[in-house]
């Protein structure tokens, strides 16, 4: 079975700073790869994914990631980070073709003025 | 074109009452998804349906819950009989096809309390 593993539960990270989201997961293949973001009280929205082909991705926000086939991670980064970016950030991978997301525990962004 | 919907977004119920959960999905999404978030935790699958169909039900626990996606209107997840470790967050999402990463829409939520 697969399963998705973000090791911090908190970071905090000061305004303007870069922030980096650690994701490993476990899955035979190369699963499709994705992050969302919660704010409180709020559903979540895709920042990006990964399928195949360029293993750094764009996505929205001025967020990236980085897909490492060798370290089984998929890694987000912000150079720079807002305050805007405080919410609770989580992974999730599916299987190639498959139907449900498996989550991460989530990490939760505090951005310190 | 309005995203995914749920009603309501708070709901209390009582020990032993009954929880009902609304999902509208998308304009032309006809699969739809439902995920639990309990407090401090991610998101676990419970339940995928298209219309009228169950797909794959692995996700939910063997009693007391179940779920529907009529022809027409929303699909519900009903709990019976609530008990306090249901109070979490439920969130539904819709897509266009069966292969959930090419278009999943997550709806805000309903935050179900149970007292």
């Known amino acids: 079975a697969q399963s998705v593993t973000q090791p911090d539960i908190h970071i905090t990270v000061s305004e303007g700073a870069s922030l980096e989201l650690r994701c490993n997961y476990s899955?035979?293949?190369?699963?499709?790869l994705f992050w969302y973001v919660q704010s409180p009280g709020q559903g979540l929205q895709l920042l990006l994914k990964y399928f195949s082909g360029d293993t750094l991705v764009q996505g929205i926000k001025g967020f990236e990631a980085e897909f490492k086939r060798s370290q089984s991670s998929f890694n987000l980064r912000k150079p720079s980070v807002h305050w805007s970016d405080a919410a609770e950030y989580f992974c999730a991978v599916l299987k190639a073709a498959g139907n449900k997301l498996t989550f991460g525990g989530g990490t939760r962004v505090l951005v310190k003025p | 074109n309005a995203g995914v919907m749920q009603n309501p977004r708070h709901l209390v119920r009582r020990r032993g009452q009954e929880a009902r959960l609304r999902c509208s999905p998308m304009?032309?999404?006809?699969?739809v998804y439902w995920y639990r978030q309990l407090p401090e935790e991610g998101l676990k699958f419970m339940v995928y349906l298209q219309k009228e169909n169950i797909i794959d039900e692995s996700g939910m626990p063997k009693e007391r819950f179940s779920a529907e996606f009529p022809k027409e209107g929303p699909s519900i997840l009903r709990i019976q009989q609530v008990v306090r470790g249901d109070s979490a967050a439920y969130f539904c999402?819709?897509?266009?096809?069966?292969?959930?990463?090419?278009?999943?829409?997550f709806g805000s939520g309903t935050r179900l309390t149970v007292v």
């Open positions: 999402a819709s897509s266009t096809t069966g292969q959930g990463g090419y278009g999943y829409t």
């Open positions: 899955y035979g293949a190369t699963p499709y």
């Open positions: 304009k032309g999404h006809s699969h």
